[in-house]
Nanobody
């Protein structure tokens, strides 16, 4: 098990950037693939990005490809989500998630460790 704490959310204008951070506890962080998901009011949780436990493989949801970048630093037990060219439709609560295994997946049910979420609001 890992405990996850997100930070870095806030209010930004359309076209701006934010960097989300996820701090993980525990000495086995490098054994977990990591993902970022988001959920807007009245909508289902949506896959944003995933990264393998070594960081060599990443994947992204279609709506964020080319704008968001996921990365990790296993020495610091950290995962990041760099968000550029933000749009009002990116407004949501963003969650960091971990799954024990090599590769990330886009399905939320395959992750069994979740953070509390951080709010991102993009104004038009």
């Amino acid at each position: 098990q890992v405990q996850l704490v997100e930070s870095g959310g806030g209010l930004v204008q359309a076209g701006g950037s934010l960097r989300l951070s996820c701090a993980a506890s525990g000495r086995t962080f490098s054994l977990y693939a990591m993902g970022w998901f988001r959920q807007a009011p009245g909508k289902e949780r949506e896959f944003v990005a995933g990264i393998s436990r070594t960081g060599r493989m990443t994947n992204y949801g279609e709506s964020v490809k080319g704008r968001f970048t996921i990365s990790r630093d296993n020495a610091k037990n950290m995962v990041y989500l760099q968000m550029n060219s933000l749009k009002p439709e990116d407004t949501a609560v963003y969650y960091c998630a971990a799954r024990y295994g090599v590769e990330p997946t886009s399905t939320s049910v395959s992750y069994n460790n979740w953070g509390q979420g951080t709010q991102v609001t993009v104004s038009s």
